[in-house]
């Protein structure tokens, strides 16, 4: 099983460019995530998806956009890009576990992240 | 802003010794999270330890949480070159809709032969 797959895996933009970020997971996860990583700032989360069909902002949402495709896709877009969006960006999935709250609060599935740099 | 905080940020030391990272953290969690990051990877999950836990162990793994300090620490007995990597503690906070973890900044850990 390939896991949490990400597309791009490098990216360059220049400043107002738009892009999308894909990521696919095949373990029929119910959630999906993403992140964004920068030195010394850890990971911080963006948007959300607990299930299909819903989507919910995070820590860091302004200047991005996300669609849950179906089960599997998860999209991050960036409409205009900014310097400050130049970043390592991880998509990841969980599932529901049986005994804890809701069923969530389980371990996440990362993918190996894109490198975005913004000029 | 960080839910959690690891100390040290940079450990470095030699092959078969132990690795000790601790993670602070401040509000109540659900559960406290592991995760190994390699250069240039994505995370790993180590291991998971529940808010009424106070010990959970995984091979050369050892967590502990207490919850009346909001800490936990992450020990790795007899380090090997392979366990060089960055250390990072999440904490859920149980918000009953999804995993919304919080990750802390990181421990950098160098095994040297």
């Known amino acids: 099983n390939a896991g949490v797959t990400q597309t791009p895996k490098f990216q360059v933009l220049k400043t107002g460019q738009s892009m999308t970020l894909q990521c696919a997971q095949d373990?029929?996860?119910?959630?999906m995530y993403w992140y964004r990583q920068d030195p010394g700032m850890g990971l911080r989360l963006i948007y959300y998806s607990a299930s299909e069909g819903t989507t919910d902002k995070g820590e860091v949402p302004n200047g991005y956009n996300v669609s849950r495709l179906n089960k599997r896709e998860f999209s991050l877009r960036l409409e205009s890009a900014a310097p400050s969006q130049t970043s390592v960006y991880f998509c990841a999935s969980s599932k529901k576990l049986p005994g804890l709250a809701g069923g969530f609060g389980g371990e996440l599935f990362f993918g190996e992240g894109s490198r975005l740099t913004v000029l | 802003s960080q839910q959690g905080e690891e100390d040290p940020q940079a450990l470095s030391i030699q092959e078969g010794e132990n690795a000790t990272m601790n993670c602070s953290y401040k509000t109540s969690i659900n559960n406290l999270q592991w995760y190994r990051q390699n250069s240039g990877r994505g995370l790993v999950h180590l291991i998971l330890?529940?808010?009424?836990?106070r010990e959970k162990h995984s091979g050369r793994l050892r967590v502990t949480l207490d919850t009346s300090k909001k800490s936990s620490s992450l020990l790795i007995t007899a380090s090997r070159a392979a366990d060089t990597a960055s250390y990072f503690c999440?904490?859920?906070?149980?918000?009953?809709?999804?995993?919304?973890?919080?990750f802390g900044t990181g421990t950098r850990l160098q095994v040297t032969l």
């Open positions: 373990m029929n996860h119910n959630s």
């Open positions: 330890i529940r808010s009424n836990e």
């Open positions: 999440a904490t859920d906070l149980n918000t009953g809709t999804a995993s919304k973890l919080t």
